[in-house]
């Protein structure tokens, strides 16, 4: 304790501990502690009974079936296709690799809602890929599906520039001795590759998933927002400002904070995990 209290005290380079951590407390409160807490307060005004009533309602329940399981799905094309391509932007050197490395980050720019746009111009029934698949009787746009390829949009990078650093950390002479040892590909992948990229892998998945869980702009476009069939529960919450069931919104966000808060601990934990595998290997 006393170690600890002198370093507090010991003078750095920029001065002011006590007004800098004040001012950092105060954000927190005012950003992100208050508005969390009257999302619980607000909810606290329903019995339990009507939050289990609110939760559980058949139309609710039906779109936290549509979140939570197109979230997943969408999380895990991002898995394999995310380490795909972050694996060739890496690996690989070829004429405007630069630029396709650009685009990867071009989801956390783009506004949601141009992207939901844009996709349900291409997807829908008389879209330039929409209308291919519609010959066969296939529709995407206010569908399922259309909602997952807006969430695999959304959660792209998230996997690609968690992997990445990982991959170019890694030692290629591993690889070699494996391969002059006799293992094939598929084994230098699976027992050399794999085992030192999954932690980075499953926490870039975490993020995506939790990333899918709440969006909002650029599915409400492209689902049809149909009930039972392609509703998310964001929908449902913004149904229920409109209609003045704050107490009701505020239930079904509670939930999704809870999940959110879930999201966080598991990436945080899987974070972790990356750095003491990527560590270990340094060392060895």
């Known amino acids: 304790m006393a170690t600890l209290a002198l370093s507090l005290k010991k003078p750095g380079v920029i001065p002011g501990f006590g007004i800098t951590m004040g001012f950092t407390l105060l954000y927190l409160a005012l950003i992100v502690m208050i508005p969390l807490a009257g999302l619980v307060i607000k909810t606290l005004e329903l019995s339990w009974e009507e939050f289990v009533a609110t939760i559980t309602d058949p139309r609710v329940v039906a779109a936290f079936e549509i979140s939570f399981g197109i979230s997943f799905i969408a999380a895990l094309i991002n898995a394999v296709f995310g380490l795909l391509v972050a694996w060739v932007l890496v690996r690989y050197d070829f004429p405007w690799r630069k630029a396709i490395d650009a685009m990867v980050d071009l989801p956390f720019a783009l506004p949601t809602a141009v992207a939901g746009i844009a996709l349900t111009a291409i997807y829908a029934q008389n879209g330039w890929i929409g ?132 999201m966080l601990l598991v990436i945080n934990l899987l974070m972790k995990w990356s750095h003491i595998r990527r560590g270990g290997g340094m060392r060895s």
């Open 131 to 262: 209308q291919v698949f519609a010959k066969f009787g296939i529709h995407i746009a206010f569908t399922p599906a259309g909602i997952a390829i807006a969430l695999v949009f959304i959660g792209l990078p998230f996997v690609v520039r968690t992997v990445e650093p990982v991959l170019r950390d890694l030692d290629p002479e591993m690889e070699e001795a494996a391969a002059c040892l006799g293992a094939t590909r598929l084994q230098v992948f699976t027992r050399i590759i794999l085992p030192q990229v999954l932690p980075a892998l499953m926490a870039g998945f975490a993020m995506a998933f939790a990333r899918a869980l709440g969006e909002y702009g650029s599915v409400i476009f492209i689902a049809g927002n149909m009930p039972y069939k392609s509703e998310i529960v964001p929908l449902i919450i913004v149904i229920k400002l409109e209609q003045y069931d704050y107490a009701g919104a505020t239930a079904i966000a509670l939930v999704m904070l809870i999940a959110s808060f879930i």
